[in-house]
């Protein structure tokens, strides 16, 4: 005679003979019930396949390594690019090098305009039967030549470049490779619980995805380019110049910003699991709003290095708006609970 197993139990540990067991049914949990060795099994596999997604990652973007530097080089671009400043210079060419700059006030070129800014390039020109290199005016130079301020990265030393291909390759593989690792995971864990479990767990998964993403997304097309001009206006103001950026701290800068930012974006996710399990409420959440928004501030002036208060309120805005919204919903649910115990009383004194 067999002894008895609970349909809903989930511990492996049983006396019945493997080949009478049954299927859980999927309302109940999931899976058949397994030995501790098969569950060792799965979990190597598991190893193994999240391994292989991670390997396989690595070496694509290993091997695109030159694209994904373009793609993060692209925020400091337009950072150059939206850069305005009142002083007007004289740029110098010879092919598509800048040479040098100097002030239109004082230049030593007669005849040019001190209310806009030249470019000239550095061109043969014959003068009678003889040919002399001299600077004409550019009607249509390039854009690199028009800017008052430009940021080259530069490789400063011998295993430089190397250093910036293994922090794209290993960071970058893992972000490639994050929804397989995810679903491999998942595979292994997700058996083991109820139906309730498992719509709250893609619930919580989906929704740090979601912020994660915008996180990331933000940053990159708003945060970085501000982050850069106004760093590059910090150290012009301190009398340093900033024509030349050691290209490996860029990178690395720019990778741990963007994932910096999206686990900042998680906020409402942890405050909204503290809410759940009891340690606060919209009331609580209400009452520290102020003290949230000052530390909010003194974050956002932390990264706006110029001081410019348009920029730090344009950073501390959407981290404003994510607490805003943890507090309506916090809200939502106390007011729901209120309501439902309120049901709950009726129904119980009639």
């Known amino acids: 005679m067999q002894p008895y197993s609970s349909p809903h139990s989930k511990s492996s540990w049983h006396h019945t003979p493997e080949s009478d067991l049954e299927p859980i049914a999927e309302d109940e949990g999931g899976g058949p019930v397994k030995t501790f060795i098969e569950h060792l099994e799965d979990l190597r596999w598991t190893f193994i396949k999240c391994a292989v997604a991670y390997a396989v990652s690595f070496i694509l973007c290993l091997s695109g390594a030159n694209y994904i530097t373009g793609f993060l080089k692209w925020p400091l671009e337009q950072a150059m690019n939206k850069r305005i400043t009142s002083n007007h210079s004289i740029t110098y060419l010879v092919g598509t090098n800048v040479i040098g700059r100097e002030a239109t006030l004082g230049s030593s070129l007669p005849g ?16 009678g039967t003889n040919w002399v290199a001299a600077f004409q005016l550019e009607t249509n130079p390039p854009v690199s030549a028009t800017r008052q301020s430009t940021v080259d990265l530069k490789n400063f030393g011998p295993i430089s470049a190397f250093n910036i291909v293994m922090q794209i390759a290993l960071y970058g593989g893992l972000t490639v490779a994050a929804p397989f690792l995810l679903l491999f995971i998942g595979q292994f864990v997700l058996p083991a619980l109820h139906v309730p479990e ?11 995805s979601f912020l994660f ?10 945060f970085l380019i501000i982050c850069l001009s106004t760093t590059v206006s910090f150290s012009n103001w301190l009398g340093f110049g900033s024509d030349q950026w050691q290209a490996e701290q860029y990178i690395s800068f720019v ?14 996710l942890v405050l909204l699991t503290l809410v759940k399990i009891g340690i606060l409420d919209a009331a609580k959440l209400s009452s520290f709003r102020m003290y949230w928004v000052v530390i909010g501030l003194v974050i956002a002036g932390f990264i706006t290095p110029d001081g410019n208060p348009i920029n730090m309120v344009i950073l501390f805005l959407p981290l404003e708006i994510l607490y805003e919204i943890t507090v309506i919903v916090a809200w939502y649910w106390d007011r729901k609970a209120k309501r439902m115990a309120a049901q709950a009383d009726s129904g119980a004194t009639a």
């Open 112 to 127: 040019v305009p001190t209310n806009v800014s030249s470019v000239y390039r550095l061109t043969p020109v014959q003068i």
């Open 198 to 208: 498992k719509k709250f767990l893609y619930k919580v998964a989906g929704w740090a």
């Open 213 to 222: 993403l915008l996180g990331v997304t933000l940053c990159y097309l708003v």
């Open 255 to 268: 990778l741990w910003f963007m994932v910096g930012m999206g686990v900042a974006f998680q906020l409402p």
